[in-house]
């Protein structure tokens, strides 16, 4: 199981707030989003060892097994146009489409910044997101 290390990860400033996109242009985005870090996600999985690790893009939610580590869930939110995460580290968090980014309102910090993060430390090998 994952513990985390006194490593700090990188935050961002938020200036502005959500776009008022309409449904769309949010479902257009979402989908590139998703499609883009599912593949990434498969690439970094398939340099691990362990193969019993998965990833799965279906209907708009990314499921990302990682054994004894946990599940991510990745989902759209089409009805409140966000990207919603499930985190086996950090727990739940809604992201809003800021300045080209997801991010999370609370603390600044993007959707793939976390992922990032949380995948490096629990793997101990850095990931492109």
């Known amino acids: 199981m994952f513990n985390p290390t006194s490593q700090q990860c990188r935050y961002l400033s938020v ?3 959500s776009s008022s996109m309409d449904e769309n242009e949010y479902e257009e985005i979402a989908d ?17 060892e362990d193969k019993t690790y998965d990833i799965m893009l279906n209907n708009g939610v990314i499921t990302l097994a990682l054994g004894n580590n946990g599940t991510y869930v990745i989902n759209k939110q089409t009805p409140n146009k966000q990207i919603w995460l499930s985190s086996p ?7 809003d489409y800021i300045n080209g980014q997801w991010i999370y309102k609370h603390d600044g ?4 910044e976390l992922l990032k993060c949380e995948l490096d430390k629990m793997f101990n090998i850095s990931i492109d997101l």
């Not at 590139?32 to 691990?48: G, M």
């Open 89 to 95: 580290i950090s727990g739940p968090k809604r992201y």
């Open 15 to 17: 200036t502005s707030s």
């Open 109 to 112: 910090q993007s959707l793939n």
């Open 32 to 48: 590139e989003t998703l499609d883009n870090l599912s593949e990434k996600l498969e690439y970094f999985l398939d340099k691990l």
